[in-house]
């Protein structure tokens, strides 16, 4: 299979050097690098970076201060959707870390992962990284992607197989999705605590002294501010409003794409760019998606900074129309129609024999 960057733990700009094995299909990839280094979108952007994460730092800081001025009152609801939408900021800083986007330094950029993952929003830097490089290896792959081996199944030959609960979700879950993902933001938490306690990340210590501190600061202030059932409940809508958006920015990237079977040996560019799906819109949508919605070429790149994705947009989708690979990028409604239809289309294919095909382009 070929050698990409997840698997390498490498930046983009040197998967050349890893590649023991050049092929036609490889030396797409190697061209296509060639045009974006040259293009100078692998530069770090540490302006951008700084801007970004002060003005997030002091989004988080104006949020915590109106919730402690308001003190107890059912207007804390509101207080919770700002600060549900200022924590999925800092996953996307988080992300934008773990992919060492912002220094290209693995030790500087780990920290700048505990700040914004570990202790400002409670996700675990360690196990993110860790899982999420296992999804960029292998997108949208059966046994591969834990991404597509949670709740929902995105194939046939997974909703066939599922059993019991698990198969009445798969049945159902076209119009259970967006329900789903208010549980993404625990799912999020409890997930980096499991890694903690299976020692499956390194750095445990630390890592769970940062989670610790996030969650006494959080419990602490919460329940000092508010009464206990006003506490509850904001907690309860934070987090389940944090985990809907960061579901839904996460919804149209692959979902509906092409589903590879288990031992699929794709090349590189070709099983990045026909599992991915981008979304078109300006700047509004960039800082909402966190440049996610430049999913192609983040996978293409992940150590591209954020700020080089749309840069590097028109240059990748020119290149994959001269060699004939389908590039899939539609606008944001569409994709979550296209998303939905196709976890329903799964879901109803449990009682028919015949497969449902995958969004190719």
């Known amino acids: ?68 001025l ?16 200022v924590f999925a900021q800092f996953a996307f800083l988080g992300h934008d870390a773990g992919h060492r986007q912002i220094s290209g330094r693995r030790n500087t950029d780990y920290l700048l ?14 196990w993110w990284t860790s899982n999420h490089n296992r999804h960029h290896a292998h997108p949208n792959t059966e046994d591969a992607d834990p991404d597509i081996m949670g709740v929902l199944a995105h194939s046939t030959l997974r909703a066939r197989a599922g059993r019991g609960v698990r198969r009445l979700i798969f049945r159902y879950q076209g119009w259970l999705f967006f329900p789903l993902l208010l549980l ?3 799912s999020l938490h409890f997930a ?11 750095r445990r210590r630390l890592e769970a002294g940062t989670l610790l501190a996030h969650a006494a600061g959080y419990l602490a202030l919460v329940f000092v501010v508010l009464p206990p059932l ?7 809508v934070h987090q389940g409003l944090f985990g809907l958006y960061m579901g839904s920015t996460f919804a149209p990237n692959h979902k509906g794409m092409e589903v590879l079977p288990a031992g699929d040996n794709t090349d590189y560019l070709r099983r990045q760019v026909l599992t ?12 909402a998606f966190g440049g996610l919605n430049y999913q192609i070429e983040h996978h293409l790149f992940p150590s591209m900074p954020r700020a ?31 998303s939905v239809g196709h976890l329903h289309a799964v879901g109803r294919s449990i009682d028919r024999p015949d497969p449902v095909p995958a969004l190719s382009g």
């Open 1 to 68: 299979m070929t050698a990409n960057a997840a698997e390498y733990d490498l930046p983009a700009d040197r998967i050349e050097k890893a590649q023991p094995v050049r092929t036609a299909r490889t030396t797409d990839y190697s061209v296509l690098l060639r045009r974006v280094r040259d293009a100078g979108l692998l530069d770090r952007r540490p302006r951008y970076y700084v801007w970004k994460a002060s003005t997030v730092l002091l989004a988080l800081a104006a949020g915590w201060t109106a919730f402690v």
């Open 192 to 202: 980096g605590v499991r890694a903690l306690v299976q020692r499956s990340i390194p």
């Open 184 to 186: 993404e933001g625990w």
């Open 70 to 85: 308001i003190g107890e009152s059912w207007w804390q609801l509101a207080t919770a959707a700002f600060l549900a939408a």
């Open 276 to 287: 991915s799906r981008n979304v078109r819109g300006g700047p509004i949508i960039d800082t």
């Open 308 to 338: 080089n994705l749309r840069r590097a947009q028109p240059i990748v989708a020119d290149y994959c129309a001269s060699i004939g690979v389908p590039y899939c990028e539609t606008g944001l409604f569409t994709s979550y129609a296209q």
């Open 113 to 126: 992962g505990l700040l914004f993952g570990n202790l400002a929003i409670g996700v675990s830097i360690g």
């Open 230 to 236: 006003q506490a509850l409940v904001f907690i309860v």
